[in-house]
């Protein structure tokens, strides 16, 4: 596909006859125009005039979007770039307003097309790659709780524009009891002119587990495919992924998710040779990998090949109708946001399935940082949704959860029906998941000695800061919770904690937090006879600062400073 640069051109006027048809793609022929500045009739028009001949030729087509005096060159996935101190104080208001309800670009994504074009940078095999003709179809159930208007019915509309008729089903929205008005009367009008597409509304605040089942529980489509609220599908996203479901009903599949920026709405197409497969760590939280080297192996290297991933992040897959009513669909137990990815890919794969990320399949998700929607007791929800999950799948790896939160268990309801649900589906053990499929997980057990690193001199632990993008170890009072104050000392002798190990940057004389797997390569730490931790390419001590603000490297002295005590050692 031709490359388009994002240019900024001045605001002029665009009419049918400058609209020229070149090969796939639609260009806007602005030599002709007129430049119109303050006239906002005239914006609308063009506007609406582009936006209808974008349904026409969905995916093809270059569109224009304006901020004041400018148009952006917007379609294919590029970016909006906006100068918020060269808005007017109204717009700058929406501006702030929109990040702030979304966290997300909200004003950004509401100059862009509901049908905008997207890159499709598939590997070429993918589209001579013959799917069966004869495939499932299929029901999209897009969740969602207080989502922008613009960034919903762009997920919708790239769902209808890109889906071979004969395959989608039906498209069904569930709202999770949102109070944003655009997501009341305005949807009910919009949603009943589309065909395919209805909408459940929830009357409590469910979260997004028992959302998906209520909106599963409506669909009929041979395959469900769920989908969070702020993605795109791309060109061909639909038949690789019923392809594999086809030839297997117990094959869960996951696309390739194609990162959409929170910023200007850019999306990244990533190319298969990037793909990373899924994972998660002793916090119970997904995260990506590397993909296994046998897996890569086993493909012949071939990346835009399915491969089998250990777990999925959650919010984009599909499976079989029949496979998730099998597996018991999700606990519906769990709460507003989590836990219910590590439960389905535990399910898939220790109750007979097979779960991959399928690369010739794209869909765009946008990443944020911080959730916008309020979130009752967010830290309490999550751990009692982590609870449950190791209750029922984890068996006597459970522990090493259970360590993170110093054993403070409390109230987390009735699990029994969904011990039962996997004693009659006689699924396997976490050990047999760990030791075939997710064999590269660390196992805590392999550590020299694990729990809170205390001073010896005064009460306090080494623990981690958020500062800016990184993550600095220093001491803490001790709470005697784990949580960020549990760390673990592995044979290799990093010490860490999931995935996350730690680095001693000499240039400033701190110590961070960098991924264990990861660059730079990693700093050795050895934990001594005379209780001093040992960093050995410096050759120096973990000390103490004396003003205790500091946990720093030192000449090595037998000092007190230099004293740790790691809470539980391994007998050996
Ligand atoms: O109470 C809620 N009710 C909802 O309906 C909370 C959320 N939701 C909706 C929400 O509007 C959105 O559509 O649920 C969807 C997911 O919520 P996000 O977008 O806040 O979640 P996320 O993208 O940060 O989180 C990932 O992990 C979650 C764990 O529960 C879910 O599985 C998400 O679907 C999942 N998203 C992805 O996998 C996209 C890829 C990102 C990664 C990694
Ligand atoms: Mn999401």
Not at 159 to 169: F, W
Not at 418 to 424: D, G, I, M, P
Not at 520 to 542: G, N
Request: charged share 25%.
């Amino acid at each position: 596909p031709a490359e388009v640069e994002n240019k900024v051109v001045p605001f002029q006027k665009v009419s049918g006859k400058d609209i020229i048809q070149n090969g796939n793609n639609v260009e806007i022929d602005l030599r002709n125009g007129e430049f119109k500045k303050e006239d906002n009739e005239m914006k609308s028009q063009q506007m609406d005039n582009v936006t209808i001949l974008a349904s026409i030729h969905p995916g093809k087509l270059l569109t224009y979007t304006h901020v004041p005096n400018k148009f952006f060159l917007c379609e294919m996935g590029m970016p909006v770039i906006i100068d918020p101190d060269k808005l007017s104080p109204e717009e700058r208001q929406t501006y702030e307003e929109g990040f702030r309800r979304n966290a997300f670009n909200q004003y950004a994504s509401d100059m862009i097309s509901l049908h905008r074009s997207l890159p499709d940078g598939r590997d070429p095999e993918c589209k001579q790659t013959e799917y069966l003709n004869d495939l499932p179809d299929v029901s999209v159930i897009i969740i969602f709780h207080n989502e922008a208007w613009s960034v919903l019915l762009r997920t919708v509309h790239s769902v209808l524009d890109r889906s071979p008729p004969h395959l989608l089903k039906e498209i069904i929205l569930v709202d999770d009891f949102s109070d944003f008005d655009h997501l009341k009367q305005p949807l009910n009008e919009y949603v009943s002119m589309l065909a395919k597409v209805s909408l459940i509304r929830l009357m409590e605040r469910s979260g997004l587990t028992r959302a998906r089942i209520k909106g599963f529980d409506a669909s009929s489509g041979e395959v469900a495919i769920f989908l969070d609220s702020h993605c795109e599908a791309t060109e061909g996203w639909l038949e690789p992924l019923l392809d594999r479901i086809a030839r297997n009903e117990t094959t869960v599949v996951v696309p390739m998710i194609d990162p959409i920026s929170d910023t200007d709405l850019k999306i990244s197409f990533q190319p298969a040779s990037t793909a990373n497969a899924g994972g998660f760590d002793w916090d119970l939280l997904f995260d990506w990998r590397p993909i296994q080297e046998s897996e890569r192996k086993r493909r012949n290297y071939k990346d835009y090949l399915p491969f089998r991933t250990p777990a999925m992040p959650g919010g984009l897959f599909g499976i079989s109708r029949q496979f998730f009513t099998y597996l018991g669909k999700y606990d519906a137990g769990f709460d507003i946001w989590g836990s219910e990815n590590l439960e389905l890919s535990f399910k898939t794969w220790m109750c007979g399935g097979t779960l991959e990320t399928v690369p010739c399949s794209h869909v765009g998700h946008i990443y944020r940082n911080r959730n916008p929607y309020s979130k009752p007791d967010e830290t309490e929800t999550l751990k009692r949704n982590s609870i449950r999950l190791a209750e029922v799948w984890l068996d006597e790896f459970k522990a090493y959860y259970y360590e993170r939160i110093n054993h403070t268990l409390g109230d987390y309801g009735d699990v029994s029906d969904r011990k039962t649900l996997r004693q009659t589906l006689n699924c396997k053990s976490f050990r047999w998941y760990i030791n075939n499929i997710y064999p590269e997980l660390f196992i805590p057990s392999d550590s020299i000695a694990s729990g809170e690193i205390r001073s010896k001199v005064e009460p306090v632990c080494a623990d981690v800061v958020y500062d800016y993008i990184f993550e600095r170890i220093i001491p803490t009072p001790c709470h005697g919770n784990a949580g960020n104050q549990y760390w673990l000392l592995s044979t290799e002798n990093d010490i860490r904690r999931d995935s996350r190990c730690w680095y001693y940057v000499e240039w400033l004389s701190e110590i961070k937090l960098y991924n264990c797997h990861g660059q730079p390569s990693h700093s050795e730490w050895v934990y001594r006879d005379d209780d001093s931790i040992y960093h050995s390419e410096s050759r120096r001590c973990l000390e103490l600062s004396t003003d205790a603000k500091q946990i720093r490297l030192n000449e090595c002295s037998g000092h007190e400073r230099q004293k740790w005590v790691w809470n539980r050692i391994a007998a050996d």
